[in-house]
């Protein structure tokens, strides 16, 4: 018999690649405040009481825990509200979890470091600057602190969901290019390691398949910036010489872009790469992927 997942918050990104990837192999309980797919249920996971009977009536082996408010600048300017959603929730889900003695997955950010060192591994001590930061990292420190049995899933510069559902930079750089735009003004100064949905959900999936618990950062492979992504999206695309880049720094954005972004959030899979449990492929083969499939009748 197929062991059961409820997933809270999956109507997003990551949710849909969580769907793909999960339902194969188990049986799910997908939910989320905004019920967008035909195999997504209602559920505000502020609603403690609620998300408590609806954990009780599926009887699940795990709890995932996947949705939050995800935009920064939202977050900077609903601070109660962020807390309730991205901290005080999961601390539900951690009380869910512990009183039906099953492990619960919730997903982190690198963006809870401050971005002053170069790249973060598991034993680096986050330091998170910003609403969306804090928020998350009280989480995450909540369920560590708390949880009889947890996976903690750090993720970089998320990539998925194509049009429908990518809120970030990727479905940022193609509306721009979709829209018309001969030129794009891209930051040289922001660092990170951007993650496929699909390679995250994979890898997480072999985590849970491996009987493996924890604090894992799972991003994919080579830091990079934001500049070269933005040029290897033009690339992908053959629109290289077709469109010109222009470097400018995060300041230029800071009307649009008010939240404070660590310089540099570069992850590194030392714990995954330690087990030999690393399955998150280098950034550029995944973007390829992601453009190729997500985005073909798009532009
Ligand atoms: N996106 C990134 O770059 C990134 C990077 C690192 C980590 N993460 C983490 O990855 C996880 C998944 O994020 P994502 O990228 O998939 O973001 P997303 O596309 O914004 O999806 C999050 C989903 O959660 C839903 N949600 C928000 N509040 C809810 C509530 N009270 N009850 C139920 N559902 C609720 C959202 O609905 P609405 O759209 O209606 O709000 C949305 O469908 C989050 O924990 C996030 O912090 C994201």
Redesign the pocket.
Known sequence: MKKKIFL????????EAFYKIFSKNYELKC????V?EKWLEH????DAEKYSLLVEKFNPDYLFH??????LEFCEKNQEETFI??TE?VKTAVRISNDKNIPLL??????IFDGKKNSYDEDDTPKPIGT?AIS?YEAEKFVIQNSKKFLIC?????M??GPK?D??FIQKIIQQIKDGNKELFIVDDKFGTP?Y?YDFAKNTETLIDTNNFGLFNMACEGNTSRLEVAEEILKILNLSDKIKVNKVKSDYFNKTFFAERPNSENLINKKLNQKGLNLMRPWKETLREYINTSYVNYL
């Open positions: 809270s918050g999956v109507g997003g990104m990551l949710g939910t989320d405040i905004d967008n559920l505000d996971f502020r996947i949705g939050a408010y995800t935009d959603t991205n929730s919730y997903i982190s950010t690198a963006g969306y998350k750090r993720a970089g510069w998320m998925g969901g559902k809120k970030k993650t949905t």
